[in-house]
């Protein structure tokens, strides 16, 4: 079992910094934590990249725009920044491919920023301004 040799099974509990446990429950539940944002890129940055991953390039995709429409109020402009640039190079990749599937996925991620900005963090599932559902997404 490649996965039960991991560092984390090594890993105590005494060695673990609490202080950045505290970076993700501090925030209110409906915000976004810059810490989470970093640590995905962070994550990102240690995968592969080069070729957007390949055939999971449309759930690049997706962590890309998802992590972009968490960014939208944070200050960190080079954060912001990244995730987009990263959506935008992913997106080229696949619209060759898909090119309605990509529309599509960028108007409704669009409403949906929209409809989280216009809500201050309460529910959206059925505010986005089309009428139709966040889960339809």
Known sequence: MP??????STQSIADV???RFADYVAAPAYGVSIAVLEDLKDALDLSDLSECWSDMAGV??????????A?????DYALKKWFRALAVRTSLLLCFEHPEAIHATYLKMSRIVEALSNSGGEDVVDNLPDGSKAADF
Request: hydrophobic letters at 50%.
């Open 3 to 8: 996965w039960a040799t991991s560092s984390l």
């Open 17 to 19: 910094d609490e202080s």
């Open 71 to 75: 960014s939208h109020k944070i200050d």
């Open 60 to 69: 690049l995709l997706w962590v890309a725009l998802t992590a972009g429409a």
